[in-house]
Nanobody, 119 residues
């Protein structure tokens, strides 16, 4: 059993930055592959970025260069640094445990944190 709690969302202007955090508990965090997904209103949940237990990073092609995923195993936390935010980045952002690009490959999910970017 894993519990995930996201934080750091908010309302920002286009061009601003945000850093999301996801605190994990219930399993040895350093053994777990993690990812961020997002879901905009009326759209399917989409892959954003992933980081393996060995710190190998994978990004959605359109987001690479603006978003950076990282993890701190000592704090059981994974981060998503988001720069140069655009209105189309508006979504609920979720962290999850698992691997791959498909949401159904992931077993544990947080409750999500809302990011709203205005122009």
């Amino acid at each position: 059993q894993v519990q995930l709690v996201e934080s750091g969302g908010g309302s920002v202007q286009a061009g601003d930055s945000l850093r999301l955090s996801c605190a994990a508990s219930g399993r040895t965090f350093s053994w777990v592959d993690m990812a961020w997904f997002r879901q905009a209103p009326g759209k399917e949940r989409e892959f954003v970025a992933a980081i393996s237990r060995n710190h190998i990073q994978t990004y959605a092609a359109l987001l690479k260069g603006r978003f950076t995923i990282s993890r701190d195993n000592a704090k059981n936390t994974v981060y998503l640094q988001m720069n140069s935010l655009k209105p189309e980045d508006t979504a609920v952002y979720y962290c999850a445990t698992g691997t791959g690009f498909r949401a159904d490959n992931y077993d544990y999910w947080g409750q999500g944190t809302q990011v709203t970017v205005s122009s």
